[in-house]
C-alpha cells in the first residue's frame, strides 16, 4: 500500500512537470522509473498531455516503454495514431521485433505499409517477414534481437562482443553460437561465460546439444519445454536449422496465460478475457452459445413432450427430471474437465484415449452407483414408493454413466479430429446429457409404469 | 521426433553402461546431458539400476537432477528412502533450498528430523526457518542461494564475487546490494554490471528503487508482479526489509499452472491435478461434491412435488422443465466464469464488486429476453398455443437474469467473506439455478393456468 501511495505521488509530480514545461526534472525522474510504471503513468495521462510526453521523450524511450506495454492493451491504435508518422515509425523499429509485430497486427494493411515504407529498409524487412508467421506460433512470438557469436574465438571476445550488444539484445544471459551460414551449433549461458577462464575457446567451453525450437511450433508446446527444462529463453530455427530469433520467458508466461484462459473460457462457455463490455456487447458475445445449445434442448424438449401421455399418467415422474439431468449433468462436467485436461498434458496420446474413455466411464458406474442407491433410498422413504425409487435410481446410475461416456469421449473426438476439445464446453456436455438422461429415464420408466400410475 | 529418439539411443547406451559397470562412460554422456533429460532416464529405471546411479554420482550431481524432477512427482519420497541415510542427508543440503523444503516437507517429522541431524549446522538450521512459512507464500517458494554484495565497491570487484559465487547461485542475473545489517539497499542486473565501467562504484550505479516482496506475499500476487514487470526475480525481504531470499521465474510460472488449474478445477467441481487414478479412488474424490448437490437437487425435486397437481392438470408443463433449467444454467455459468475471472485479475475490487454483479445482471436481461422470444416463437408456432409460449418465454427470461446474478454475486461474496471464489463451482451454480429457474417457471405458470388446462 506504501509503495503505491509513493507512487502516486511521484505521478502527480511528473504531471505538474509536464503542464509547467519542466523538461529536465520530468525525464530524470521518469527516466528512473521502471517501463512498467512508465506505462502505468503514461496510460493516466489525457491526450494533450501524452503529446507533451513525446516531445520530451525519444521514440527509443517511449518504444521500450511500449514493449512493457503492449500485451492486451485496447488503446495502443490510439496511441499510435496521435504520434507524428515519422515519430511513430522509428518508434515501432526501435521496439522488440516480437512486440512491434504485435502491435502492427492490429491495424490494418494500408496503415502497416505507411509505418514500414518509412522506416529504415532492414527494419522494415525484417518486421515484414514476422508478419506473415502463423499466430500461435513460435514465429509470432520470437523476437530478432538475440546475441550470436561464432566458435572460433576465445570467452574474452564473446564477452566484449556481448558487451556491445548488451543495450539492444533482449536476453543476453544465453549466447548462441552460429557457424558461417548462420546454422545453430552451440549455445553458451552468461553463467558459463562468466565461471570460464577468459583464454578458453568458445568451441571448447559451449555445449553443442542445443535444444531449440522450429518456426512453425505450437506455442503450447514451447511453454511445455520451459516448463521441462526451466530455461529463460529458446532460439527458434527454420528446417534447415539457421537461428532465426529467441522466445523468452516473459511471452511464455503470456502464452501459459492465454491457453490456460482458454481453456477456462471454453469449459464455461463463454470468452473470458473480454471482460470490460457493456451489458449489450457481452449478450452479443454469449447469445450464439446460448441460443445453438437451447435449440440442443429443444430436442430433449421434443423427447420429453413425446412422452406427455406418460406424465400425465404418472405426474409424479415430472418431479424427478432436473433432479437426474441435472446430476448427470454434474457428472459428465466432471468427466469433461478431466478429459480436457489429461489432452492438456499431452503425454503419449494413443494410449490414453482409450484409458481415458475407458476410466471415465468405470468412474461413472461407480459414482452412478452410489447416487443412484442414495436417491433410491430416499424415494423409496419419501414417496413410500420403492419401484419408483428403484427406477429413479436406475435411471441415475445410468444417465451418469452415459453423462462420463459423453463428457470424456467427445474431446477426445474433437482433438482426434484436430479441433480443439475445449469447444465441447461445460454447458454443451450438460445440455446434451440433458438429452440422454431423459430418453434414459422414461424408458426404464415406461418399463415399470403399472407401478405408479396414478402416484 | 528425431531427437526424442536419439535421446532414447543414448538412454540405452546409459543403462548399459549401468548393467555393465562402465563408470567412466556412464559419467561422461550422463553428466552431458540436461538436468531435464538426466532426470527422464533417472526415472525410467529400475530400483536396482538406480542403486547403482547413486554410487556413480555424487549426491551434489543427484541433487541438480532431483532440483528439475522434484515438481510433482509422487516418487520422490521412495527415492529418498533407498539412499544410504547420509548420502540422502547430503544431497538435500546440495538442493537448492525452496526444492529441497518442497521435498521435506512430504515426509513425516520424525523423517525430517533425521536427515537434519546428519546435515551440516548451517543448512540444517535454514531449511528448518523455511520448513515454517506457510504454504502458497513467499518464503515457501523462495530460495536462499542469491548473490548479494556492498554498495562501497568497484564493479570489477563486484564481478569477481558474482565469479566465485555464480556455480552456485540460482540466478547470478540479479546481484542485491545489502548494507552491514543485510538490509535489501539496491539492485544491479548482470546486464548492467556488464555494461558499466570496471572502475564504477556499485553504489553509482545500482538502482535503489528495489521491487520486493515480502515472505508472507501470497504467491498469486507475487506471480501478478512477475507478469507486469517481465524479472526473471523478485528478492525477498521481512517487514524490517532484511533480505531473506529470492523467487525465480520458474518457479513462478509452477504457481501460474497451478492456479490456472485450480480455477480450472473449481469450475468444473473436480480437481483435474490427479489423472493418474483408477476408477474406485477417483469417485471417492467426485462424490462428495455430487452428493452434496444432489442433496440440493432434491430441494428442486421437493418444489416440483408441490406443483404436482399443476402437472397433473397440465402435463405440457414437464415438457419445457428441462429447457428452462438447462438454459439458465447455461447463462449462470457463464456469468460465474466472468466473475471468477474478474476477482483473479483483482484490480479494484472495491468498485467492481457492484459493477461486475450489475453488469452480469443487465447482460442477463438482454440475453433472457432475446433467448425468451426465440423461445415463445417456437412454442407458440410448435404448440399453437402463444399464451403457453408467453409463459416459457417469460419464465426463461426470468430464470436467465436470476441465474447470472446468481452466478456472479455468490462468487464475489465468497471472495468478500474470505473464502476462495472457486468454491462457488459450475455445477453448483447450475443445481442451484435449478431450483430458481422451476420456482419462476412454476410460479409464471400458476398464473397463466386456465389458458392450458388439459392441454
Given at each position: 500500500?506504501?509503495?503505491?501511495?509513493?507512487?502516486?505521488?511521484?505521478?502527480?509530480?511528473?504531471?505538474?512537470?509536464?503542464?509547467?514545461?519542466?523538461?529536465?526534472?520530468?525525464?530524470?525522474?521518469?527516466?528512473?522509473?521502471?517501463?512498467?510504471?512508465?506505462?502505468?503513468?503514461?496510460?493516466?495521462?489525457?491526450?494533450?498531455?501524452?503529446?507533451?510526453?513525446?516531445?520530451y521523450?525519444?521514440?527509443?524511450?517511449?518504444?521500450?516503454?511500449?514493449?512493457?506495454?503492449?500485451?492486451?492493451?485496447?488503446?495502443?491504435?490510439?496511441?499510435?495514431?496521435?504520434?507524428r508518422l515519422?515519430?511513430?515509425?522509428?518508434?515501432?523499429?526501435?521496439?522488440?521485433?516480437?512486440?512491434?509485430?504485435?502491435?502492427?497486427?492490429?491495424?490494418?494493411?494500408r496503415?502497416?505499409?505507411?509505418?514500414?515504407?518509412?522506416?529504415?529498409?532492414?527494419?522494415?524487412?525484417?518486421?515484414?517477414?514476422?508478419?506473415?508467421?502463423?499466430?500461435?506460433?513460435?514465429?509470432?512470438?520470437?523476437?530478432?534481437?538475440?546475441?550470436?557469436?561464432?566458435?572460433?574465438?576465445?570467452?574474452?571476445?564473446?564477452?566484449?562482443?556481448?558487451?556491445?550488444?548488451?543495450?539492444?539484445?533482449?536476453t543476453?544471459?544465453?549466447?548462441?553460437?552460429?557457424?558461417?551460414?548462420?546454422?545453430?551449433?552451440?549455445?553458451?549461458?552468461?553463467?558459463?561465460?562468466?565461471?570460464?577462464?577468459?583464454?578458453?575457446?568458445?568451441?571448447?567451453?559451449?555445449?553443442?546439444?542445443?535444444?531449440s525450437?522450429?518456426?512453425?511450433?505450437?506455442?503450447?508446446?514451447?511453454a511445455?519445454?520451459?516448463?521441462?527444462?526451466?530455461?529463460?529463453?529458446?532460439?527458434?530455427?527454420?528446417?534447415?536449422?539457421?537461428?532465426?530469433?529467441?522466445?523468452?520467458?516473459?511471452?511464455?508466461?503470456?502464452?501459459?496465460?492465454?491457453?490456460?484462459?482458454?481453456?477456462?473460457?471454453?469449459?464455461?462457455?463463454?470468452?473470458?478475457?473480454?471482460?470490460?463490455?457493456?451489458?449489450?456487447?457481452?449478450?452479443?458475445?454469449?447469445?450464439?452459445?446460448?441460443i445453438?445449445?437451447?435449440?440442443?434442448?429443444?430436442?430433449?424438449?421434443?423427447?420429453?413432450?413425446?412422452?406427455?401421455?406418460?406424465?400425465?399418467e404418472?405426474?409424479?415422474?415430472?418431479?424427478?427430471?432436473?433432479?437426474?439431468?441435472g446430476?448427470?449433468?454434474?457428472?459428465?462436467?466432471?468427466?469433461?474437465?478431466?478429459?480436457?485436461?489429461?489432452?492438456?498434458?499431452?503425454?503419449?496420446?494413443?494410449?490414453?484415449?482409450?484409458?481415458?474413455?475407458?476410466?471415465e466411464?468405470?468412474?461413472?458406474?461407480?459414482?452412478?452407483?452410489?447416487?443412484?442407491?442414495?436417491?433410491?433410498?430416499?424415494?423409496?422413504?419419501?414417496?413410500?414408493?420403492?419401484?419408483?425409487?428403484?427406477?429413479?435410481?436406475?435411471?441415475?446410475?445410468?444417465?451418469?454413466?452415459?453423462?462420463?461416456?459423453a463428457?470424456?469421449?467427445?474431446?477426445?473426438?474433437?482433438?482426434?479430429?484436430?479441433?480443439?476439445?475445449a469447444?465441447?464446453?461445460?454447458?454443451?456436455?450438460?445440455?446434451?446429457?440433458?438429452?440422454?438422461?431423459?430418453?434414459?429415464?422414461?424408458?426404464?420408466?415406461?418399463?415399470?409404469?403399472?407401478?405408479?400410475?396414478?402416484?
Amino acid at each position: 500500500m506504501d509503495e503505491t501511495q509513493e507512487l502516486e505521488t511521484v505521478f502527480e509530480q511528473l504531471k505538474k512537470d509536464l503542464d509547467e514545461g519542466n523538461l529536465q526534472e520530468f525525464r530524470e525522474t521518469f527516466l528512473d522509473m521502471h517501463t512498467y510504471e512508465q506505462g502505468q503513468f503514461y496510460q493516466s495521462l489525457t491526450e494533450a498531455q501524452r503529446l507533451i510526453v513525446y516531445s520530451y521523450l525519444s521514440p527509443k524511450e517511449v518504444g521500450d516503454m511500449f514493449d512493457v506495454i503492449e500485451e492486451d492493451n485496447e488503446y495502443m491504435k490510439d496511441y499510435l495514431s496521435e504520434m507524428r508518422l515519422s515519430y511513430a515509425a522509428e518508434m515501432l523499429s526501435e521496439m522488440f521485433t516480437d512486440n512491434a509485430v504485435d502491435l502492427l497486427s492490429t491495424l490494418d494493411k494500408r496503415e502497416v505499409a505507411k509505418y514500414l515504407s518509412l522506416m529504415n529498409a532492414e527494419d522494415a524487412a525484417e518486421l515484414r517477414v514476422m508478419l506473415h508467421y502463423e499466430d500461435d506460433t513460435a514465429g509470432s512470438i520470437m523476437a530478432t534481437e538475440y546475441v550470436s557469436i561464432v566458435a572460433n574465438q576465445t570467452v574474452r571476445s564473446a564477452m566484449y562482443v556481448l558487451k556491445q550488444e548488451a543495450k539492444t539484445a533482449e536476453t543476453i544471459y544465453y549466447i548462441y553460437v552460429v557457424d558461417q551460414e548462420n546454422h545453430l551449433v552451440g549455445v553458451i549461458s552468461l553463467r558459463d561465460l562468466i565461471i570460464n577462464d577468459d583464454d578458453m575457446m568458445i568451441a571448447d567451453v559451449m555445449s553443442e546439444r542445443v535444444i531449440s525450437v522450429h518456426v512453425g511450433d505450437d506455442q503450447e508446446d514451447i511453454a511445455q519445454t520451459f516448463r521441462d527444462y526451466d530455461f529463460l529463453a529458446l532460439p527458434v530455427t527454420d528446417y534447415e536449422d539457421h537461428l532465426l530469433g529467441i522466445v523468452t520467458v516473459d511471452d511464455i508466461i503470456d502464452v501459459i496465460d492465454e491457453e490456460a484462459a482458454s481453456d477456462y473460457s471454453g469449459l464455461a462457455g463463454v470468452n473470458v478475457e473480454e471482460i470490460s463490455e457493456n451489458p449489450i456487447k457481452a449478450a452479443g458475445k454469449r447469445l450464439p452459445w446460448l441460443i445453438t445449445l437451447l435449440f440442443l434442448g429443444m430436442a430433449t424438449a421434443s423427447l420429453i413432450s413425446h412422452y406427455e401421455v406418460l406424465v400425465s399418467e404418472a405426474s409424479i415422474l415430472a418431479v424427478f427430471i432436473s433432479l437426474i439431468t441435472g446430476t448427470a449433468g454434474n457428472a459428465g462436467t466432471q468427466s469433461l474437465a478431466v478429459a480436457v485436461r489429461r489432452l492438456a498434458m499431452n503425454d503419449d496420446k494413443e494410449n490414453s484415449f482409450f484409458a481415458t474413455v475407458i476410466g471415465e466411464v468405470l468412474t461413472g458406474i461407480v459414482t452412478g452407483a452410489i447416487t443412484g442407491l442414495t436417491i433410491f433410498a430416499i424415494v423409496a422413504v419419501w414417496k413410500g414408493n420403492p419401484i419408483l425409487g428403484f427406477v429413479i435410481g436406475m435411471a441415475m446410475m445410468c444417465a451418469i454413466t452415459v453423462a462420463n461416456l459423453a463428457g470424456s469421449l467427445i474431446p477426445m473426438l474433437m482433438d482426434k479430429l484436430g479441433f480443439d476439445p475445449a469447444v465441447a464446453s461445460g454447458p454443451f456436455i450438460t445440455t446434451l446429457s440433458d438429452l440422454t438422461s431423459v430418453l434414459i429415464y422414461f424408458n426404464i420408466a415406461s418399463l415399470f409404469m403399472s407401478y405408479f400410475i396414478g402416484s
